[in-house]
């Protein structure tokens, strides 16, 4: 848990520093989805709510209106529990992971665009997702560690 | 087995549940009254740990906006530079036709009547006095370029000090640059001006003019241009040569302005 709050802090600080300079990646969700797929843990509701309030925080720092990422971020989680437990352990390749850490990264963003429209383009999307690349490539290369750990 | 379909139908109710609330948040939130208040206090806390990430971002942004509008800058401090002298040589040129016509008014001859060689770089006699509105402190020139001033008067005659005397010491101005400096003779003929501070790109061929000495000494007379810049002192001033517009070692005529003004 102590990861998860250093890590909305490090979003919350980086936003504040490179806002509107470029798009920062969801640090704090792709905690909570690494730390998902990476935990075999039986109880998942911490991430449904971690996600819930993390989100909500969110939303009131920098949205102003509470919802859109609170959303979001639950949406994500119950995409990443569902997956996860429909695709079959020998299917659960780096591919699948990487797809579903890129979820988090392109849903919650997608939510406000979908509700209040905008003119939120393709491009702010693609250069989110290259922003987030070298935090995604990280997660990846400690879930392929901790696999072959477990093999 | 079990406790498997119980652990997903837990997550799947929890889930249903965050996301109504989520819905009903974004629904009425905003209309609860509570979110600005929340957003506010929210907002203050994290203010602490924000602070160097501001600092940060200000200094980020300085720092990149001078350097993306750098070359603007410098366009425009050369622009302004440019204009500047501009400015300064109009201005010049203002002083200068006001300083003509005021000269071609007021401006009358006298004969150079004794130039002792004990004091021949110090001093000379003319043939104009009192009677002729002459006064003591006027400028009095040669071919134009302001040669010295009056220093005593008597009813039918004056004596004049040269800029080659060692005791007068005039406050002038170099044209290009409007560095101030103060020139006085050597009491061999040559004419220094000193007090400018070194490195201040004074050179050969600028003009030299009076600079504001007095009412009588109007500024903006021209005296002649930098020669030579000689050894600086140890104090940090560079010393220079003036060549003198007039020629000091052989003249029989000077002008002076009269105080009868037309």
């Known amino acids: 848990m102590l990861l998860l709050i250093i890590l909305w802090i490090l979003q919350d600080l980086l936003t504040v520093l490179f806002g509107g300079v470029m798009q920062l990646p969801e640090l704090f969700l792709m905690g909570i989805v690494y730390k998902l797929i990476a935990e075999e843990r039986e109880d998942k509701l911490w991430a449904i709510w971690t996600a819930f309030f993390g989100g909500l925080l969110w939303d009131l720092r920098w949205v102003g209106v509470p919802g859109f990422f609170t959303l979001g971020y639950v949406a994500v989680v119950a995409l ?4 996860w437990r429909v695709i079959p352990v020998h299917g659960r390749t780096l591919w699948v992971v990487f797809l579903l850490l890129e979820s988090s990264q392109f849903i919650p963003n997608l939510v406000p665009v979908l509700i209040l429209g905008g003119s939120t383009g393709g491009s702010f999307f693609i250069s989110q997702q290259m922003y987030a690349l070298p935090a995604l490539l990280i997660c990846l290369y400690l879930y392929s560690k901790q696999a072959e750990q477990q093999e | 087995m079990q406790s498997h379909n119980h652990n997903q139908v837990t997550e799947f109710v929890h889930i249903i549940i965050a996301l109504i609330l989520g819905l009903f948040l974004l629904g009425g939130g905003a209309n609860l009254g509570i979110s600005k208040s929340a957003v506010d206090l929210l907002g203050a806390v994290l203010s602490v740990p924000e602070y160097p990430a501001v600092i940060l971002r200000g200094a980020f942004l300085s720092w990149s ?13 050369k622009l302004l530079q440019d204009e500047n002298i501009k400015l300064k040589a109009l201005n010049s040129e203002l002083m200068k036709d006001k300083i003509d016509a005021g000269l071609d008014a007021n ?53 004049a000090e040269l800029l080659t005397s060692p005791s007068l010491m005039l406050p002038v101005v170099i ?20 007090y400018i501070p070194a490195g201040r790109g004074i050179k050969p061929g600028m003009n030299v003019n009076t600079a504001l000495i007095g009412e009588d000494v109007p500024p903006g007379l021209p005296i002649g241009k930098i020669a030579e810049e000689l050894t600086p002192t140890p104090d940090g001033y560079a010393v220079y040569r003036v060549e003198p517009g007039a020629d000091l070692s052989k003249f029989y005529t000077v002008s002076f302005l009269s105080l009868n003004k037309k």
């Open chain 1, 80 to 83: 990443i529990l569902w997956a």
């Open chain 2, 65 to 77: 906006e001078w350097v993306n509008n750098k070359d603007e800058i410098y366009v425009k401090l």
């Open chain 2, 107 to 159: 401006l009358r001859e006298a004969r150079v009547t004794l130039r002792a060689p004990s004091s021949w770089w110090n001093e000379i006699r003319i043939d104009r006095g009192e009677r002729d509105d002459i006064a003591e402190g006027l400028p009095v020139f040669n071919n134009g370029f302001l040669i010295g001033r009056i220093s005593s008067v008597s009813l039918m005659s004056s004596w």
């Open chain 2, 175 to 194: 044209e290009e640059t409007r560095e101030l400096g103060i020139i006085e003779g050597d009491g061999t003929g040559r004419i220094l001006l000193q």
